[in-house]
């Protein structure tokens, strides 16, 4: 399906550029799709050595500073967020974003606020269409989800959520090893399992050509 011509696009396209001429819309893009620890990060490593966008977690709403992108913008201001998340991701020409669910929501709340009146009427993915002409999307999925599961768990029980590979091990002397809880595993089992079932939701309803990796 393709929203391109779709004249409700057309005109909150050209709201924005008319209110917002800094924000930049690129003419190459791909949104990763993806749930916690499901190899996105190593994904997102080889994808931006190649020199193919820089996609990363730009609207981690965290507050953790390892989460936090160390921009000189004011965060509560939607339009230098966006702008700033746009550029920094382009290489090449090409714009590549990751999402999480929750981060595509906050997304899609920013997006929408700067296009008042004219988005207010646009699906989530005319809203991406708006800011991404002919956006490519790549769904990424973990095929073990038991393993993806107790990957997860862990992360919240240790706070380590990647590591570097010329990082130390100093600082692991000072976290509390990880326990095992099945409750815990279970719980996370249901999340990484609803929030495919969601981004599958999401392309369905809208018709929208995939690749999944």
């Not at 700033?84 to 997304?107: C, D, P, R, W």
């Not at 969601?198 to 990796?213: E, I, K, M, R, T």
Request: neutral net charge; glycine residues 6%.
């Amino acid at each position: 399906m393709t929203l391109m011509n779709n004249k409700k696009i057309q005109q909150a396209r050209e709201f924005l550029r008319q209110c917002f001429p800094g924000i930049p819309v690129p003419q190459r893009s791909y949104l990763v799709l993806m749930s916690a620890r499901s190899g996105s990060m190593l994904l997102c490593a080889q994808l931006e050595k190649i020199g193919f966008g820089r996609p990363i977690e730009a609207f981690n709403p965290n507050k953790n500073p390892m989460f936090q992108n160390v921009w000189d913008i004011d965060y509560s201001n939607d339009y230098e967020v966006l702008k700033k998340a746009i550029e920094y991701q382009t290489v090449n020409g090409v714009m590549g974003m990751k999402f999480s669910l929750n981060q595509f929501h906050l997304f899609l709340e920013k997006g929408k606020r700067l296009l008042g009146e004219p988005g207010v009427q646009l699906t989530d993915a005319e809203v991406v269409e708006v800011f991404f002409p002919g956006t490519r999307y790549i769904h990424l999925q973990r095929r073990d989800k038991v393993k993806q599961a107790i990957s997860y768990a862990k992360a919240w029980q240790n706070g380590i959520w990647y590591e570097a590979a010329d990082g130390g091990e100093e600082f692991k002397e000072h976290l509390l090893p990880a326990v095992y809880d099945r409750e815990h595993i279970e719980c996370c089992f249901d999340i990484v399992l609803s929030i495919d079932a969601a981004w599958q939701d999401y392309l369905g309803q809208n018709q929208l050509q995939f690749l999944q990796v």
